[in-house]
């Protein structure tokens, strides 16, 4: 399920440890590069109470918008899947893609090319200096795993993704997709 070091394209998954951190309880980040400078990411499972309209009122469409992470909150983000349609987009892994020309984003959107398990729209990211990491890792307050899902990793269930991993390593780890996300309210 893991690998030693983290690599463009893994997951990470918040340990259970890190409960408390308002920004990372309970999140499966993408690392989108991984590099000597530093690494960068989107949290997949954390849903905010917007639509892509109600940031971009252009764009006619309900799709929902992930928080990224703690970095930039005033950008808007994305990954996708259909490289083919979104010029200047840069490959994450295993058909996985970052970025693009978003104007020609918003006209697919409106002519229907694009549905909404193509794209995932965040607000912000996450991003370690060099070796924070790496230092995160040493700490254990995440896991590495590889990213089985590929591109339809775009269409997982944000509500369930976590206790699934959590189940999957199982062990004590089975233990904690079951406790509640804040143990005060146990």
Not at 5 to 29: H, M, T, W, Y
Not at 55 to 67: G, S, T
Not at 138 to 143: P, R
Not at 155 to 162: H, L, P, R, S, V
């Amino acid at each position: 399920m893991t690998s030693a070091k983290p690599e463009k394209g893994n997951l990470l998954i918040a340990e259970p440890a890190i409960i408390g951190d308002v920004s990372f309880n309970r999140s499966i980040v993408l690392l989108a590069d991984h590099n000597p400078e530093g690494s960068i990411g989107f949290i997949l499972n954390k849903p905010l109470e917007y639509s892509i309209n109600d940031l971009v009122p252009e764009i006619d469409a309900n799709y929902k918008v992930y928080n990224g992470g703690p970095v930039e909150q005033d950008n808007l983000y994305f990954i996708h899947k259909v490289p083919d349609l979104i010029p200047n987009s840069i490959e994450i892994s295993l058909g996985i893609f970052w970025g693009g020309d978003f104007s020609k984003v918003a006209e697919l959107i409106a002519n229907k090319r694009i549905k909404e398990n193509d794209i995932r729209f965040f607000l912000g990211y996450s991003g370690w200096d060099s070796d924070q990491l790496e230092n995160e890792l040493k700490a254990n307050s995440w896991l590495i795993s590889e990213n089985i899902y590929k591109k339809n990793i775009i269409e997982k269930d944000y509500e369930t993704f976590w206790k699934e991993k959590m189940l999957e390593l199982g062990g004590e780890y089975s233990i904690w997709s079951n406790a509640p996300e804040n143990p005060s309210y146990n």
